[in-house]
């Protein structure tokens, strides 16, 4: 038995972008670099437009059986885990946005953030039937993507 279904590393994975979106606009109000601002901009429409393309492949995935105690359990756990343990967590994110001053620190901070995701996205991907992992493979490629893009805009930068 698996402690995760491919539908539920979706859902984690959603609300990981919308928490990633929202640092992402913010770091577009702190910047003065116009390049920095850009990127930032484009990485929160991103992590937008992915989160509803996560939406389609939720619906799309077969469900493997998980016994639950109430209905929604192991969704409810996942956003908890989520809210509350890594990546864009709130009480991380304010304790690191106090370090966050420029356009390098917030790409450090973003750096950080990508990948985290993608440690995550590697270590749950073995939760999940094999049938399910190219939809954790889709998701540890976007976060890579993105990792690539801000290293790129860092060294840019120096």
Sequence with gaps: MYFFTA???VEFAERIHENGANFYRYAVQLV???EAKELFAELAEEELKYEKTLEKIFAGIEESILEE???GEHAQYIRNYIDN???FTQQVINA???LVKDACSA???AVRRELNSISFYESIKYLVPESQHEVIDHLIA???D?????TNLKKSLR
Excluded: C, G, P, R
Excluded at 146 to 150: E, G, K, R, T
């Design 7 to 9: 539908s539920e590393v």
């Design 32 to 34: 003065h670099n116009e």
């Design 69 to 71: 105690t109430y209905v």
């Design 85 to 87: 343990n890594i990546v």
């Design 96 to 98: 690191d946005m106090a």
């Design 107 to 109: 790409i450090d901070f």
């Design 142 to 144: 976007e976060e890579k």
């Design 146 to 150: 993105h990792f690539v893009q801000l």
